[in-house]
């Protein structure tokens, strides 16, 4: 088994899966396919969306019998009248997105040449609401995440395809701090995400099935079984559960659409560039 | 719930002193393998079980290797309790926390481990 893993292992970095190669976005995703395709060869990659139930025939039952009766879609039904209320001054949503909805969340996460940040659509969501004078919503559940969620399922079908310009190296830093992030040991338990989601997944942590990290982003937010059951409704945005990752291992959490997870999130929906956004979706 | 458990032991302590009978060394042995199965076990401590089978455990993970026949893989006790203590040691890229490095589990939690997983 030891031997095993430190093939794995070997095979991560020799296949320049890891930090210690200064590499383009490009080569990265072209990187982490080939590795995944190495990993499970009846895999298609177009299957990756659906995390931890494309590798395992017992769970995915599971899961489809939970998505023949979806538990969010009152949600989205609340997300779509946000979309439809004006704010107090007037101004729609549109007056920051644009008037086709479905438009919407496949610009996200992009770089902000002008201010120098990665911008993420729920950061953009609390951003439209303070520029209009409105209470923002909670950042990371609830009312944002019904929104953001409506938004997604506008855009399903559509191909991720994260940018990052090539041409402009404070962009670049932003994705390579994301890169650092994700490959970085953390925590008192001293743990990366890329161990959990690249390394060791399709192995098992307790009872829980490791999702690769390819296809992560691609259904957020999410309905998650484990949320409903701790009290709220289930759905959480993409930074709420990298708080929870974080906070799994001992590691601290970060702020939700601050820097450190936006840069994240610019590096990790760049690892499913090339799949489509098909959200929202359950969890367990 | 804590003094409900122990109470049986402490009785055959009190019945073993009253009746003569010394306690075989065995005995303390015992207890500290228990107590290394608890903390091995317990989330919150050791949490082993996300990813070692161990005899006797539910739910368990598969990413490290089955602890069994420890004895045979480590006549070396020492060497063991320095693997649990910092497995980085051994393999940087590891997944296994260092948990003595790290204070996830303090000297004499690892020790009731080594204990307990150097009896599996």
């Known amino acids: 088994m030891k031997k095993v893993i430190l093939i794995v292992l070997a095979a991560g970095l020799s296949l320049g899966v890891g930090p210690a190669f200064a590499t383009t976005q490009a080569e990265d995703i072209a990187a982490l396919k080939a590795y995944f395709a190495e990993r499970w060869p009846n895999i298609k990659d177009e299957d990756m969306v659906n995390g931890a139930y494309s590798l395992s025939e017992d769970k995915r039952i599971n899961w489809e019998s939970m998505r023949d009766f979806p ?28 008037d086709d909805p479905s438009t919407i969340r496949n610009r996200f996460p992009h770089w902000n040449a002008r201010d120098k940040k990665v911008e993420t659509l729920e950061g953009n969501i609390i951003q439209c609401q303070k520029a209009n004078g409105e209470e923002p919503f909670k950042a990371k559940k609830g009312k944002i995440a019904y929104f953001s969620a409506w938004l997604a399922s506008q855009a399903n079908g559509q191909t991720i395809n994260v940018v990052v310009p090539q041409d402009d190296p404070d962009a670049v830093a932003a ?29 098992y942590a307790r009872g829980n099935l490791l999702s690769p990290a390819r296809g992560h982003t691609t259904h957020f937010p999410v309905w998650r079984g484990k949320w409903a059951r701790s009290g709220g409704d289930g759905f959480g945005t993409l930074h709420r559960r990298y708080g ?26 760049s690892m499913s560039n090339g799949l489509t956004i098909e959200a929202p979706d359950y969890r367990e | 719930m804590k003094l409900k458990g122990k109470l049986p032991v402490m009785m055959l302590v009190v019945m073993a002193a009253v009746s003569g009978i010394s306690m075989p060394l065995a005995s303390a042995n015992e207890e500290l393998i228990a ?46 309790r320095a693997d649990i203590w910092d497995m980085t040691k051994r393999n940087p890229h590891t997944m296994m926390p260092p948990f003595g490095k790290y204070g996830v589990l303090t000297d004499s939690e690892i020790d009731a481990v080594t204990e307990f997983v150097h009896s599996l």
């Open chain 1, 71 to 98: 538990p969010y879609e009152d949600h989205l039904a609340i997300g779509e009248e946000i979309w439809n209320t004006p704010f107090k001054n007037g101004n729609t949503w549109a007056s920051c997105f644009g």
């Open chain 1, 175 to 203: 994705y390579e701090a994301g890169r650092q992030f994700f490959y970085a040991k953390r925590g008192q338990l001293n743990l990366s995400c890329a161990d959990c989601h690249v390394y060791q997944s399709g192995l």
């Open chain 1, 244 to 269: 929870g990752c974080n906070s799994q291992v001992r590691a601290k959490s970060f702020k939700a659409h601050g820097e450190e997870y936006s840069n994240l999130e610019y590096f990790h929906a």
């Open chain 2, 35 to 80: 107590k290394g199965k608890e903390i091995s076990f317990d989330r919150k401590k050791g949490n082993c079980l996300t990813c070692h089978q161990i005899a006797g455990g539910t739910l368990m993970g598969n990413i490290g290797p089955p602890l069994i026949a420890m004895k045979a893989r480590f006549p070396d006790k020492a060497k063991l």
